[in-house]
């Protein structure tokens, strides 16, 4: 499918994250696009619907969120490097349907372009509630890749991160972008492709004795293409390395530990951040998303004030950064998150902190950004 | 000499995997035998034949055969299939399913697909009941019977004519069978694999142990023997008639047989042409 026609060229653009997304998706290679008309994430859609086709690639505007996802993973199944985007109501339709991707290991990418909620909350405006939906939110036990972008430049870089993830995991991995990130316009330089790394799923090649699920030492099964005689089985239901179903407690007890520790295991190539003045610092500010940018300007207020304040940039928000809060906790005295939503990754930054450091959270419930003075006030308050 | 017996469409199957998960009496095994026999003698290469399933009893089909199979969710296979055969226009792919998974919980997928004329094959195994999960009502069931959850009788499920669903959603290939006509189901299955776009074959099943038992057909014999007597072949027959209502007779054939039409898999191609056309003209890139 690939085809040389249409590629963006590499250069300077002035995109909009929603913009930086669908062209960072075509970049790494992906060619198929499924999706349901939600705000605000539509100008993923739009784009696609046009510059799919230049590239020899497929969009389908699917009659609803659950179709959306399910033909991806068949998509993908299929060969192609596959996405859709959503927002908050659409990416609760899709949470059963990411466990079949997970159970079945097969890279797909979801981007979830939040905004204020519950349900229909404020469709047009910022929110930042739905990660720990992102984690949790399909039934089961099971380890799942979020990243979050703070500008258009890393909307753009961590979609080809996040395809890369999915194909070297074979995991589904969640964009958690917001209405923020994805209307904002700002400067986009686009590499020359040589000088970036595309990875792409390992592919079985013998069929004699292909067994669908059988790992390899790093607890990723090869995939087999469909229609060369692997005789592929793959399903839902808890199946052994054939991909036959069983109930043995076993059985359940053997992949869904491995699916647990193909991503636990190698979260050290998963996980991505950014720390900027935490040397010395008594406090750090942790953020992600959207808010990180008035977190920063926070951070730099502060420290014209001549206080010790650090700020620590997740880009990565699961697998949970854990150990890097943890190292933290031994230095700094406090930790304030600022987020969007009732305190989602607060509550991870308590569990990782395990009670060395105290933990403030910053922030509102969604329908208008924080603005640094916000984030400021809580520096002042608690230092 | 002795030879050992081998069962016909042994290649077709995963025998390690045998027992099944189905009934004595499940209308599932003659199903088997019609596809198998169909694929056959149309001598298609069974690597480029690719089962789709969703949950319950039929959905356990893709788990069986020795094609490629995929076990996706509940409702779901049909959406899984456009996506697989978008990515892969030279496989046939094949969904097998029950009346609960593409007409209740599925039954937007159903209808979108054939408005799109997805190039897929669609086998809509009519048990009326939710067999796996003990006999409930389902969009067949047709009115009076009782089942799990119609313990005086199915007074407030009307049920769906799938021929009519289909034909009027745009299928254009639409055709009845029951378990007990195994030769025109076979023929059936050969002719809609030579054709393109959404086809879709509904073959009434028994379902002894949840629907029988509780309709007067405990054995398995009298669910074959209700379908071989209240079954009408037609000719040419109208979709509209398709109705089932129990103890009366109901039409099998081919209703819809259109030939021609652009499939949504060619539509896609078409459009791509037309894309990377216009982007030569413009120097916009």
């Not at chain 1, 929603?18 to 696009?33: H, K, L, Q, S, T």
């Not at chain 1, 159970?103 to 047009?124: C, H, L, N």
């Not at chain 1, 239901?237 to 991503?263: C, F, M, W």
């Not at chain 1, 420290?303 to 990565?316: A, N, P, Y």
Request: charged share 25%.
């Amino acid at each position: 499918m690939m085809n040389l026609v249409g590629e963006v060229k590499p250069g300077m653009y002035f995109w909009s994250g929603n913009d930086a997304i669908a062209e960072a998706a075509i970049f790494a290679g992906c060619r198929f696009y499924a999706g349901y008309p939600i705000t605000p994430s539509n100008e993923i859609a739009e784009r696609l619907s046009w510059r799919l086709p230049q590239v020899g690639g497929i969009f389908v505007q699917m009659e609803d969120e659950i179709a959306s996802i399910v033909s991806i993973i068949g998509a993908s199944w299929g060969g192609l490097k596959s996405m859709t985007a959503t927002s908050g109501p659409g990416f609760s339709l899709m949470q059963e349907n990411i466990g079949l991707a997970v159970m079945m290991e097969v890279p797909i990418v979801i981007v979830d372009v939040q905004r204020a909620g519950p349900s229909t909350g404020i469709p047009t405006m910022i929110g930042m509630g739905d990660v720990q939906q992102a984690k949790w939110g399909s039934h089961g036990p099971y380890e799942i890749i979020a990243l979050s972008p703070s500008t258009v430049q890393e909307a753009f870089d961590l979609t080809i991160m996040a395809f890369n993830l999915s194909e070297k995991f074979r995991t589904p991995v969640i964009i958690l972008a917001d209405e923020g990130i994805s209307h904002m316009y700002e400067k986009v330089v686009v590499p020359d492709p040589r000088d970036v790394i595309i990875i792409n799923r390992k592919l079985a090649k013998d069929p004699n004795g292909y067994l669908s699920y059988k790992a390899d030492d790093d607890l990723v099964p090869p995939m087999a293409p469909v229609g060369e005689g692997f005789r592929i089985q793959s399903t839902g239901l808890t199946h052994d390395e054939r991909g036959y179903p069983s109930a043995d407690p076993e059985v359940q007890n053997v992949l869904v530990r491995r699916l647990l520790d193909k991503i636990r295991k190698r979260k050290h190539e998963i996980i991505d951040y950014r720390m900027y003045k935490c040397e010395d610092a008594d406090i750090v500010v942790v953020s992600y998303g959207s808010a990180a940018r008035s977190a920063k300007s926070a951070v730099d207020m502060a420290r014209k004030e001549g206080i010790k304040v650090g700020f620590l940039q997740l880009k990565t928000i699961w697998p949970f950064p854990d150990e890097v809060i943890f190292e933290l906790a031994k230095k700094v005295k406090k930790f304030i998150v600022a987020e969007i939503n009732e305190g989602q990754i607060t509550r991870e930054v308590e569990r990782a902190s395990k009670g060395r450091s105290e933990v403030f959270w910053v922030g509102n419930y969604g329908g208008r950004w924080i603005f640094p003075e916000e984030v400021l006030g809580k520096i002042l308050e608690v230092k | 000499m002795i030879t050992a017996l081998v069962h016909p469409i042994e290649k077709f199957v995963r025998s390690e995997r045998l027992p099944h998960i189905w009934c004595s009496g499940c209308g599932m095994g003659m199903i088997f035998n019609a596809f198998a026999k169909a694929i056959e003698e149309l001598n298609i290469d069974p690597k480029k034949v690719v089962i789709v399933s969703g949950i319950g009893c039929s959905g356990r089909a893709s788990g069986y055969w020795a094609y490629d199979g995929f076990h996706t969710t509940h409702g779901r296979p049909i959406p899984f299939a456009m996506g697989l055969k978008l990515a892969r226009p030279d496989l046939h792919v094949v969904v097998i399913s029950g009346d609960g998974d593409l007409l209740a919980i599925g039954g937007n997928h159903f209808i979108h697909a054939a408005r799109r004329n997805v190039d897929i094959l669609v086998i809509l195994v009519n048990n009326f009941n939710y067999g796996m999960t003990g006999g409930q009502v389902g969009p067949t069931t047709p009115e009076g019977v009782r089942t799990t959850t119609t313990p005086y009788g199915n007074y407030t499920e009307p049920p769906f004519n799938a021929v009519w669903l289909a034909a009027a959603s745009g299928a254009v290939y639409v055709a009845r069978w029951t378990v007990y006509h195994l030769r025109n189901l076979t023929e059936s299955i050969k002719t809609a694999f030579q054709m393109k776009g959404f086809r879709v074959i509904e073959v009434i099943s028994t379902c002894p142990t949840d629907f029988g038992r509780r309709n007067a057909l405990p054995d398995p014999l009298d669910n074959l023997r209700y379908l071989k007597e209240n079954a009408v072949y037609v000719k040419n027959p109208d979709p509209r008639e398709a109705d089932i209502v129990w103890g009366k007779k109901f039409i099998i054939g081919e209703f819809v047989k259109i030939e021609g039409k652009e499939s949504f898999d060619d539509r896609i191609r078409r459009l791509i042409e037309i894309a990377q056309k216009e982007l030569r003209r413009s120097d916009l890139q």
